[in-house]
């Protein structure tokens, strides 16, 4: 019902800066919370940030003060501005909507984003 597309991943060095977008098609109507989790090779997904549609923010301690969320709810996209890259945020990101419709929740998953930060 609901279809994510993620694009902005990529190589970087460490320091270095990338921006992911996540647009959101389909039954919009009704989203809430939109996200990032990341998942490294051997790791369990985690959550990296997350912004309701009234703005409020919530982030994971190791991206507080270099990641940035955003949320353009006009166009139906979050972003993540990544900044001060580390070689540890290397890991597939995945955008995520929860949507509130018909007083259920529903959750949806982009197709993950390689973020890579190596020299």
């Known amino acids: 019902q609901v279809q994510l597309v993620e694009s902005g991943g990529g190589l970087v060095q460490p320091g270095g800066s990338l921006r992911l977008s996540c647009a959101a098609s389909?039954?919009?109507?009704?989203?809430?919370?939109m996200g990032w989790y990341r998942q490294a090779p051997g790791k369990e997904r985690e959550l990296v940030a997350t912004i309701t549609k009234f703005g409020t923010t919530n982030y994971a301690d190791f991206v507080k003060g270099r990641f940035t969320i955003s949320r353009d709810n006009a166009k139906n996209t979050v972003y993540l501005q990544m900044n001060s890259l580390k070689p540890e945020d290397t890991a597939v990101y995945y955008c995520?909507?929860?949507?509130?419709?018909?007083?259920?929740?529903?959750?949806?998953w982009g197709q993950g984003t390689q973020v890579t930060v190596s020299s």
């Open positions: 389909g039954s919009i109507s009704g989203i809430n919370v």
């Open positions: 995520n909507v929860h949507r509130l419709w018909a007083l259920q929740f529903q959750d949806y």
